[in-house]
């Protein structure tokens, strides 16, 4: 007979668990970690002041609760006045390891979402000129809205298909899945080089070009073909 001791008291309330609706069902989506690919549109690079062909991925992260979901408001945040979006396509995986090979890589997958990735642009511009981490300007309060997730079992898995985002009705980005310079597949493979990934792993793609800031009071539109929208106002 197997007796299981009972879990050791908590000194302060446990923290709540980061969850993420899932499209046709009331189950959702535990988050466990959230990684981003930076520079991962050729136009983007450039538009940032970089050479996209000279340059492999790199990676930061954001943390769960830095989700913003259900269509929740954005709270404008502290300590900055150049808050930027960019729209980009969130991969949730079900299952991890290390050294995935790129041939099975999307067997990670569960499922797809439209992201935002909103910056503190010019924290940013400090932190890059100090050669310092870029956490205070990523990683802060509904930093990453997201959308409900699509499960691949329903849609595959998208390789092409318009990716935009408009601002008060404007176009303010846009782009395509195919103009990604690391796929997918590739994505999830080199971060498990770095990275033991894991379910409810969720990893943001980057963004295409035509970043710009956001203001109170606006209202956010993003898109992607065959997985769905995103809205969130500024306030």
């Known amino acids: 007979m197997n007796l299981q001791s009972p879990p050791a008291p908590l000194?302060?309330?446990?923290?709540?668990?980061?969850?993420?609706?899932?499209r046709g069902t009331?189950?959702?989506f535990?988050?466990?970690?959230?990684?981003?690919?930076?520079r991962n549109y050729a136009a983007h690079a450039v538009e940032?002041?970089?050479?996209?062909d000279k340059e492999p991925p790199f990676f930061f992260q954001k943390s769960p609760d830095n989700l913003l979901t259900d269509g929740a408001d954005f709270h404008y945040p502290p300590m900055t006045e150049d808050v930027h979006h960019e729209i980009e396509l969130v991969v949730a995986l079900s299952a991890g390891g290390r050294d995935v090979p790129i041939a099975q890589a999307m067997d990670l997958v569960y499922g797809y979402a439209v992201g935002l990735d909103m910056t503190r642009r010019d924290i940013q511009a400090g932190l890059k000129k100090a050669s310092?981490?870029?956490?205070?300007?990523?990683?802060?309060e509904n930093s990453a809205p997201c959308s409900?997730?699509?499960?691949?079992?329903?849609?595959?898995?998208?390789?092409?298909?318009a990716i935009w985002l408009k601002v008060n009705g404007e176009l303010r980005q846009e782009g395509d899945l195919t103009q990604l310079i690391w796929k997918v597949g590739e994505v999830i493979a080199e971060l498990s080089r770095l990275f033991e990934l894991a379910p409810g792993d969720l990893i943001m793609t980057g963004?295409?070009?035509?970043?710009?800031?956001?203001h109170r009071g606006d209202e956010l539109h993003g898109h992607i073909a065959g997985i769905g929208d995103?809205?969130?106002?500024?306030?």
Request: aromatic share 4%.
């Open 11 to 22: 000194v302060i309330p446990a923290p709540s668990l980061t969850t993420l609706p899932v």
């Open 26 to 28: 009331d189950a959702r």
């Open 30 to 38: 535990p988050v466990r970690r959230v990684y981003c690919v930076g």
């Open 48 to 52: 940032m002041g970089h050479d996209p």
């Open 132 to 140: 310092r981490p870029w956490e205070a300007a990523k990683a802060f």
């Open 148 to 161: 409900e997730l699509v499960p691949a079992a329903e849609i595959g898995h998208p390789v092409e298909g």
């Open 207 to 214: 963004t295409p070009s035509g970043v710009a800031a956001v």
């Open 230 to 235: 995103l809205k969130t106002r500024v306030i």
